[in-house]
């Protein structure tokens, strides 16, 4: 079973800053887009920030200028760099690999966000 493994989530105060990083194994991410996913409390899973293994991004506006996404192919790593947080930026995170070939999604098992004073 395939297995992304996150780390970094937390408590933070409003206006303040989290990183989230994601290991892959190195057979999954080399082929696969990155990106992170949010689900808060009653809410659908959404898209937060996609990276290809160009480094080009996409982001959700509702993000856009305070999150950054990258990736070390390298060291087969996602990160996300989450910057002016809002209380409506709690929920859990999810990292995800999609094969760029099958299509076949890949899930982490979800890191706590909370923000608040």
């Known amino acids: 079973q395939v297995q992304l493994v996150e780390s970094g989530g937390g408590l933070v105060q409003p206006g303040g800053s989290l990183r989230l990083d994601c290991a892959a194994p190195?057979?999954?991410?080399?082929?696969?887009?990155m990106a992170w996913y949010r689900q808060a409390p009653g809410k659908e899973r959404e898209l937060v920030a996609r990276?290809?293994?160009?480094?080009?991004?996409y982001y959700a506006d509702s993000v856009k200028g305070r999150f950054t996404i990258s990736r070390d192919n390298a060291k087969s790593t996602v990160s996300l760099q989450m910057n002016s947080l809002k209380p409506e930026d709690t929920a859990v995170y999810y990292c995800?690999?999609?094969?760029?070939?099958?299509?076949?999604?890949?899930w982490g098992q979800g890191t706590q966000v909370t923000v608040s004073s």
């Open positions: 190195g057979s999954i991410f080399s082929r696969a887009i």
């Open positions: 990276i290809f293994s160009s480094s080009s991004t």
């Open positions: 995800n690999a999609q094969n760029i070939y099958d299509l076949v999604n890949y």
